[in-house]
């Protein structure tokens, strides 16, 4: 898995990292502090700051004792620039159908017309007729 975009997505796959980097948007924080509020041991925390750490998304650096966690935003460009690219493709997929469904009703609107046009005169037909049968009997 050597492409970073594929990384990251399989990165964030895991909800537990995805509460982790939403934590880290907010600020930088230690490995105890990001494992609080779950109910793991600091080892299976590491092992998750390690498959975020691999995918770019994060960095640890050293601040005296503390060991902070931070997250790299520089790969959110990447993940923005992908995702945009599939959007405006989906806008313009929407757009066409839009342009289908705009003509398909037209369409209807135009045959219920000539339908209703095609029925009156029937029945307008229908009717002379009936009334002559009535006066020749």
Sequence with gaps: MSDPLTKVFAALADPTRRD???????ADATVNELAEPYDVSLQAVSKHLKVLEDSGLVTRSRDAQRRPVHLEDNVFDLMTKWIERYQRQAEARYQRLDAVLETMDADEDTN????????????GTTGTTEQKSRKGA
């Design 20 to 26: 982790m980097v939403a934590r880290l948007s907010i």
């Design 112 to 123: 219920t017309a000539d339908s209703a046009a095609t029925s009156a005169r029937e029945s």
